[in-house]
């Protein structure tokens, strides 16, 4: 029986939980078990609904209590089968040293496996997280990632500049000096995730639709990072990963959802109809 049989690709998703929406782990965790991978989810905050609709119930995991929870998950054996660590959403800025720590022992368990950030800051111009956590991820969680999924705002406010098109994207990028994926980057006909790494640069674009459900970049992320755990090239995982994004998106768009209809969509999640080409970037 082959390892992947025995022991599939494994990541340890360190996310926001939303009872009500399809947003961090709530939307992580569904796509990446549907291609075939191993998720821990490790919640930073745990709430009711989106903040955007009104109080969200519940909060941040405090940070004594998420220490505990990393000690239980240090505790019960796992972190030697951990492919990647995925963070997302920080509830706290105290946070931020107890997930690195985390990371640590991860890699000392399993020197290959790798920290994935996802710096959830804002989109659309707007900073939605707090000046404290804002620090605390740029400053720490970014710094220490071996790679970085940032929307262009997010890529913006990392690197301080402002990122209006692609070549914005790219040079930003290019400045962050390791592999980064960048979402929403608009052009005159679509919108389209830029791929920055040492062996180059591929651009993967499809067709601009009219609205986006939320958690659209925590599911590109995801279906990112399984696509590269299970083996495939990057640009391929690119591709695969817009495109499926690109079917849920337009699936959830027709039946007039607020929220990313992922069981109803999941088949596209590991085929998608649209399948855009990853075109490198001289």
């Given at each position: 029986m082959s390892d992947f049989l025995t022991r599939p690709p494994t990541v340890l998703s360190i996310q926001s939980q939303v009872v009500t929406a399809r947003v961090g782990n709530s939307v992580a965790a569904f796509?990446?078990?549907?291609?075939?991978?191993?998720?821990?989810?490790?919640?930073?905050?745990?709430?009711?609904?989106?903040?955007?609709?009104?109080?969200?119930?519940?909060?941040?995991?405090?940070?004594?209590?998420?220490?505990?929870?990393?000690?239980?998950?240090?505790?019960?054996?796992?972190?030697?089968?951990?492919?990647?660590?995925?963070?997302?959403?920080?509830?706290?800025?105290?946070?931020?040293?107890?997930?690195?720590?985390?990371?640590?022992?991860?890699k000392a368990s399993n020197p290959k496996a790798l920290f994935v950030c996802d710096p959830v800051l804002g989109d659309d111009g707007r900073t939605y997280v707090d000046k404290t956590v804002a620090d605390a991820v740029v400053q720490s969680l970014v710094q220490r990632a071996d790679w970085l999924t940032p929307n262009a705002y997010e890529l913006g406010v990392i690197t301080g500049r402002t990122i209006e098109t692609l070549d914005d994207a790219r040079h930003a990028a290019r400045r962050l000096g390791k592999p980064t994926l960048v979402s929403s980057i608009r052009t005159a006909t679509g919108i389209g995730n830029l791929l920055s790494a040492s062996g180059g640069e591929w651009f993967c674009e499809t067709p601009r639709l009219p609205r986006a459900p939320k958690g659209t970049g925590d599911l590109l992320s995801a279906l990112f990072v399984a696509r590269r755990v299970r083996g495939e090239a990057p640009a391929v995982a690119l591709e695969g990963a817009s495109g499926s994004l690109y079917d849920v998106i337009v699936r959830s768009l027709a039946a007039d959802s607020d929220d990313l209809l992922l069981p109803q969509a999941q088949d596209v999640l590991t085929d998608p109809v649209t399948w855009p080409r990853a075109r490198p970037l001289e």
């Open positions: 796509a990446m078990e549907r291609l075939g991978v191993r998720v821990l989810q490790l919640p930073t905050a745990l709430l009711g609904r989106r903040p955007d609709r009104g109080a969200p119930g519940g909060g941040p995991i405090p940070a004594a209590r998420f220490a505990t929870l990393v000690e239980a998950l240090a505790a019960d054996d796992v972190l030697a089968d951990v492919d990647a660590v995925l963070t997302g959403y920080v509830g706290a800025a105290d946070q931020a040293p107890l997930v690195l720590d985390l990371v640590e022992h991860v």
